[in-house]
C-alpha cells in the first residue's frame, strides 16, 4: 500500500489483492497511518491495480469507511474496475460512500 | 468431466497461489467464458476456500482443503472439502434488513454468491458450488 497525501487527501494506493492473505498488512497500515503526525481531511482508496477481491477484502474496505465516519473524515474509492464496482452494488455498499473511476 | 483436482495447505497464501491456477484451468476449457463469469468464480472460490481454511481447519498445518472441479453439461460443479467438523447452516446469515447490518464485520460471503446466482449445497464438511452455464449471462446481470 503507497500513502500519497495531496493536500488535505491522503490517497491510499493498493498494489497487492485485496484478499485475505495481505488484509493483516494493510490493517497494520492503516494503523500506522492513524497514529501518525499527517494530518487530513479525506481519504481516498485507490483500487486501480486490483484485480483480485475476496469478503475479508470488502470487509477491509468497509473497516476504513467506518474509521474514517468515527474521525469526520471523508472517504471514497476510486479507480475500482466494473466488476468491482459491481460487487459492492450487488452488496449494497455503494449507498455509503462514493466509488469514482 | 474433470477440469482439475488439488488440495492445498490451511492457509490464506495457499488460496492465493491456488485460485489462479484454477481459474487458468477453466479458462482453458470454456474459452467463450466472459470476464465476469471469471470475476464471479474467482471470488467465490476464494469465499469458499478462505472459509474451509479459517472456519473447517482452523489453520492447522497437519491439515489440507481438497478442491476438485467437474463439469457435466450444463453445470460446473466445484467442490471443496475440509477436515474439519462441517458447518451448521443456521449459523450462516442470510439477508440484511437493516441498512446498517450492511456494514457488518464479516459473514457477508455465501450471500453475495448466491446473489451471483451459484447454487450452494453443505454437505457436512463438503461444499459444492454449482453453477449452470445455461442460465445465460443476461439473467445474471439483471441482478446487478
Known amino acids: ?101 | 468431466m474433470l477440469i482439475y483436482e488439488t488440495d492445498i495447505a490451511s492457509s490464506y497464501e495457499a488460496v492465493d497461489e491456488i485460485v489462479p491456477i484454477l481459474l487458468d484451468a477453466i479458462k482453458s476449457k470454456f474459452m467463450f467464458m466472459s470476464d465476469r463469469y471469471m470475476f464471479n468464480i474467482n471470488f467465490m472460490l476464494r469465499e469458499i476456500l478462505n472459509n474451509a481454511v479459517e472456519h473447517g481447519n482452523h489453520f492447522d498445518p497437519e491439515k489440507r482443503v481438497h478442491c476438485r472441479i467437474d463439469y457435466k453439461v450444463p453445470v460446473l460443479a466445484f467442490i471443496i472439502k475440509d477436515e474439519g467438523e462441517g458447518i451448521n447452516l443456521e449459523n450462516i446469515p442470510t439477508e440484511a434488513h437493516h441498512p446498517r447490518e450492511l456494514l457488518r464485520v464479516r459473514n457477508r460471503g455465501h450471500q453475495t454468491i448466491r446473489d451471483m446466482d451459484f447454487d450452494i449445497r453443505i454437505v457436512g464438511t463438503e461444499v459444492k458450488i454449482l453453477l449452470n452455464l445455461n442460465q445465460g449471462e443476461r439473467l445474471w446481470k439483471n441482478n446487478y
Open chain 1, 1 to 101: 500500500m503507497e500513502e500519497q497525501l495531496l493536500g488535505s487527501c491522503m490517497r491510499l494506493i493498493l498494489i497487492d489483492g485485496l484478499t485475505a492473505n495481505n488484509i493483516s498488512k494493510f490493517n497494520t497500515k492503516v494503523e500506522a497511518l492513524m497514529e501518525s503526525d499527517m494530518q487530513f481531511t479525506e481519504v481516498v482508496l485507490d483500487l486501480v491495480n486490483i484485480r483480485n477481491i475476496d469478503s475479508m477484502g470488502v470487509t477491509f474496505v468497509i473497516g476504513l469507511y467506518k474509521k474514517m465516519e468515527n474521525q469526520g473524515k471523508a472517504f471514497s474509492v476510486s479507480g475500482a474496475s466494473d466488476d468491482i464496482v459491481s460487487l459492492f452494488k450487488l452488496m449494497k455498499l455503494d449507498q455509503f460512500f462514493e466509488m469514482n473511476l
